[in-house]
């Protein structure tokens, strides 16, 4: 069982930068593949970033590539979502979810059987 608890949400202006942090519990950790989602307000959940048990491997969405970095400290059972330059439509509740399923890194929600609370991030323009 894992538990997966984000944090570093907040309001933020256009331009800037924000790091989630996911911290997670767990013996069996570093053995997932771990990936952050968002959902805006009246959409479909998205995948945003993942990141492959031993970090060699990673998958972004084309609208966040160059602007986002996901990494993961095994050491400390925590991935991280680096977001910069920000915009507003980067605005949403981001998930940090973990899968135990795959070795690889799909941006299917459905491969992923563990799930955060999530965490607001909100890029005023």
């Known amino acids: 069982q894992v538990q997966l608890v984000e944090s570093g949400g907040g309001l933020v202006q256009a331009g800037g930068s924000l790091r989630l942090s996911c911290a997670a519990s767990?013996?069996?950790?570093?053995?997932?593949?771990m990936a952050w989602f968002r959902q805006a307000p009246g959409k479909e959940r998205e995948f945003v970033a993942g990141i492959r048990w031993s970090g060699g491997n990673t998958n972004y969405i084309d609208s966040v590539k160059g602007r986002f970095t996901i990494a993961r400290d095994n050491a400390k059972n925590t991935v991280y979502l680096q977001m910069s330059s920000l915009k507003p439509e980067d605005t949403a509740l981001y998930y940090c979810?973990?899968?135990?399923?795959?070795?690889?890194?799909?941006?299917?929600?459905?491969?992923?059987?563990?799930w955060g609370q999530g965490t607001q991030v909100t890029v005023s323009s």
């Open positions: 767990g013996r069996t950790f570093s053995s997932y593949t």
């Open positions: 979810a973990a899968s135990s399923r795959t070795i690889f890194v799909p941006s299917t929600d459905r491969v992923y059987n563990y």
